[in-house]
């Protein structure tokens, strides 16, 4: 798959889609990073660990990084491709870490990387338009976020069905 990945054309579609994308994400990123803004300047709480749900480039998870320069970003992805990218992209951003949160496995995915599921370890999950591109099967999908979002975490999702 990585020579897949190195063909110009791929490369491109990728970069192209990042362009395109990232206006639109970046929008509803700002939006939605007021929310944990707000918490941190209410309750004194920066998010430690965030979760990027569905990070395809890395772009969104990168940005992430940027506005909270002390959390550790991480950044879950499905397709093997977009992960490989973001890892070329963004390395310094944050963890890319394939794995798909449409399915039971989910945990155990994370759990190959290093990851403890003894505990919700997340302060914050961000999902950006990735409902609509994920199957109808919403209860495992939200069982799987909730599995990882701190009980006094935030999940910050956008709906667009």
Known sequence: MDQQLTKPTTVKQ?????????????????????????????CGQIPRKIVNIDCQTGCTTASLAT????????????????????????KQSGH?????VRKSDFR???QLHGI?????FADLVIAIHSFQVMDPNIETILANLSSILKPDGILCATFSF
């Open 14 to 42: 990728f970069e192209s889609l990042e362009k395109s994308a990232s206006k639109i994400y970046l929008l509803d990123l700002n939006r939605i990073i007021e929310k944990p803004i707000w918490k941190q300047q209410q």
């Open 116 to 120: 403890s599921m003894g505990e919700p």
């Open 96 to 100: 890319f870490i394939k794995a798909d």
């Open 108 to 110: 155990q995915h994370l």
């Open 67 to 90: 506005a909270f320069p002390t959390a550790l970003v991480m950044g879950i992805e499905s397709d093997e491709n977009m992960i490989h990218y973001a890892q070329n992209h963004y």
